[in-house]
């Protein structure tokens, strides 16, 4: 029996009873259904919002972070008054705003799999917003093991991908990616970057996706993958099949359970790491300040891309990118002691592996990168 | 001659090219007449045993080259590759 509607959400939603494929019992059906936004971040911002907007009668979001500054320029949900404030709860007072006649449940805790077949177990469709691949592959298992349909989106400076995948109909995100890239390889988005409006683009796309499932209209994209270029405005199809050896949705999976993710990715399971390479291989900005004042010789090696030399630079840095360094090591004396540096410490932790890696061994990562000497030893520098 | 299309994360090494045209008679001789023209690509799509790496999903036209003959698919004049990388920002 669906849940009845009161004269003001006939009101509230009278555009969506007006369309003969939603009506009054598609809009019945959505106050009836329930969806878990993993990640408030840049794709659960509009997911959220729309999900909000429409009457989906009960949204979980899971997220453990707090808005930070860098997150408006596309966190939509969130706003400069709740700078610190949980994301969950930032977004739970926002979509509340819009729409006071939804239930929304907060999880303010990393989605592990501990707790993620728990979380998820109550929910009609699951929306991965997630920012990192540890979470992306725990996501596809959580949704294949339960059975539900995970609405997956993801971006990259203006690229964005689309698919619905629902291994009872279809191929799962394994089916795809039966492996993570190796570490290090695919930048994050806190390290190359992201179009502002590009997360809006995908993200709605995610929301339009679920609608369709709960009110099961139109063909979702179960089996096929939708790739979207904001520079060249592309929208291209690719067709997604089953993989016969997939180790999850195959007929012989080897995945029965949840795994541990960040060891099967290789990375942890955010976009934010400290930027360190290790203890043995990392100079703090204050032992870097200390040696530099001590006059001690050491060249500086900024591993950055050469537009980020117009944000702060260090001064008598030699800049290197990390994509080139591999074909100019032989500019690098390994007898000579060196600092990488980068904005965060993760790609330069990233050029020290490779130059170990090649024999050198007189080099140190600046852990917290560019960014923690703004912050700890010249604050006339900006932070990005 | 056939085209193929270079995601964002790999046009740094393709000199910001979008689709780079590429000859040959099959989807392999394709991808080798890549590495030739942006040597630097190839350690971000094989490994040392001359496979793509398993992270690497190449399209022709709308259909994963696994599902076809993998590199031995025979390429027409006016066929369209696409690499399609993992991503995972959010």
């Known amino acids: 029996m669906l849940p009845m509607l009161s004269h003001a959400e006939i009101l509230r939603y009278s555009r969506h009873l007006l369309i003969p494929e939603v009506g009054l019992e598609g809009q019945r059906k959505l106050k009836q259904s329930s969806v878990l936004v993993i990640g408030t971040g840049g794709l659960g911002s509009p997911v959220a919002l729309y999900l909000a907007a429409a009457g989906v009668g009960r949204i979980g979001l899971v997220d453990y972070d707090v808005v930070d500054f860098s997150n408006l320029q596309r966190q939509v949900i969130h706003g400069t008054a709740g700078l610190g404030e949980l994301k969950v709860e930032s977004a739970r007072d926002r979509m509340l705003d819009l729409n006071p006649d939804i239930q929304v449940d907060v999880y303010n805790e990393p989605f592990t799999s501990e707790n993620a077949m728990r979380i998820a177990a109550d929910y009609d469709v699951i929306i991965d917003g997630t920012d990192n691949f540890p979470t992306r592959y725990l996501t596809n298992d959580v949704c294949v093991l339960l059975g539900k349909p995970n609405v997956y989106g993801s971006i990259f400076r203006f690229d964005g991908q689309v698919s619905v995948f629902d291994a009872r109909r279809g191929p799962c995100y394994r089916c795809l990616f039966p492996e993570p890239p190796p570490p290090g390889l695919v930048p994050s988005c806190a390290e190359g970057g992201v179009l502002g409006v590009l997360p809006g683009t995908i993200g709605t796309l995610q929301a339009t996706e679920a609608l369709k499932l709960l009110l099961d209209i139109g063909q979702p994209l179960i089996g096929s993958l939708l790739l979207f270029n904001a520079l060249d405005m592309s929208f291209d199809f690719v067709k997604l099949r089953k993989n016969p050896r997939c180790k999850i949705c195959g007929p012989q999976p080897e995945v029965t359970e949840l795994i541990d993710y960040e060891a099967f990715c290789g990375v942890p399971g955010h976009d934010h790491d400290d930027g360190s390479a290790g203890v043995d291989w990392d100079i703090t900005v204050s032992e870097l300040a200390a040696r530099l004042k001590n006059g001690n010789h050491l060249s500086l090696i900024d591993v950055r891309e050469p537009h980020e030399l117009e944000i702060s630079r260090l001064e008598g840095a030699r800049l290197i990118p990390l994509g080139q360094l591999a074909a100019r090591l032989s500019e690098l004396d390994s007898a000579e002691d060196m600092v990488l540096f980068c904005k965060s410490g993760t790609r330069s932790a990233r050029a020290l592996e490779l130059m170990v890696s090649a024999g050198f061994r007189k080099v140190k990562n600046l852990k917290g990168g560019i960014n923690a000497w703004a912050r700890e030893v010249d604050p006339t520098l900006p932070v990005y | ?90």
Request: hydrophobic share 35%; no cysteine.
């Open chain 2, 1 to 90: 001659m056939p085209v193929l299309r270079i995601p964002t994360p790999l046009r740094s090494y393709t000199n910001g090219e979008r689709e780079v045209t590429v000859k040959g008679n099959t989807v392999g001789d394709a991808m080798d007449d890549l590495m030739v023209q942006y040597p630097t690509l190839r350690p971000h799509l094989y490994n040392g045993n001359a496979e793509l790496r398993p992270f690497v999903n190449l399209f022709l036209n709308e259909e994963n080259i696994r599902e076809l003959q993998g590199l031995a698919t025979p390429l027409q004049e006016t066929d369209r590759l696409m690499l399609i990388p993992s991503i995972a920002g959010g």
